[in-house]
């Protein structure tokens, strides 16, 4: 009979790695709901009327990308500012790993797309939001279905909602993510819910 050559080692105490702390792999549910509380679609879109008024024409267009500019920073500043107080494994395992030359290397597109998933999953009724490309050097998503988009087309009028000025929402805010990490990103639109039925974002690392 062939001798067992593991068992020697199956005999030695086994080092058992314990954690220092449970690990959480998940959003923590606090966040997405302090999100949901200050930036959910009926909030933003009640700030979008105020904007409006009895504003019409260029001078109501102009109101609303105003509003949506400022708006889209104050979100994902408040995005950012939970998320790294609410921090789970998933991202700290990303900031651990470096390249052989002790560089971290994975910041773009990890860190950037957590702080997107955590606006969007804040502020939308879907459960996922569809990443489309995820690289070194592209990050790509799609919004469908968009909360916001509906809400101001049943509250305030198709004609409104299909101006798509609430693009200055989603553009606002991915410019706050590239200004917050210095990695230096092409940032643009590639389709759009009233053309197109969805709303698609890009980021481009330069």
């Known amino acids: 009979m062939t ?6 080692l199956r ?38 009327k105020e904007a409006i008024g009895d504003k019409s024409g260029n ?14 920073k104050q979100w994902m500043s408040k995005t950012i ?24 290397f994975m910041i773009f597109p990890h860190v950037h797309q957590r702080f997107i998933e955590i606006a ?7 459960m996922k939001l569809p990443m489309i490309l995820n690289n070194m050097t592209d990050l790509a998503y799609r919004v469908p ?14 004609e409104c909602a299909n101006q798509m000025t609430c693009k200055s929402y989603c553009l606002s805010a991915l410019d706050t993510v590239k200004n917050h990490i210095d990695i230096d990103l092409l940032v643009n639109q590639t389709a759009s ?13 330069i």
């Open 120 to 126: 969007y999953l804040g502020t939308q009724d879907f």
């Open 193 to 205: 819910t009233a053309t197109d039925g969805y709303c698609q974002f890009a980021m481009k690392k």
């Open 81 to 104: 500012q939970l998320g790294e107080e609410y921090s789970d494994r998933t991202i700290e395992v990303v900031f651990e790993t470096v390249d052989r030359n002790g560089e971290q």
């Open 3 to 8: 001798a067992d050559p593991f068992k020697e």
């Open 11 to 48: 005999e030695q105490p086994y080092p058992l790695y314990i954690a220092p702390e449970a690990y959480s792999f998940d959003l923590n549910a606090d966040l997405i709901t302090m999100i949901q509380e200050e930036f959910n679609a009926a909030a933003v879109c009640g700030k979008l």
């Open 145 to 158: 279905q968009c909360a916001l988009f509906n809400k101001i087309k049943e509250d305030i009028g198709e």
């Open 59 to 72: 001078d109501a267009v102009k109101a609303a990308e105003e509003l949506f500019t400022g708006l889209g």
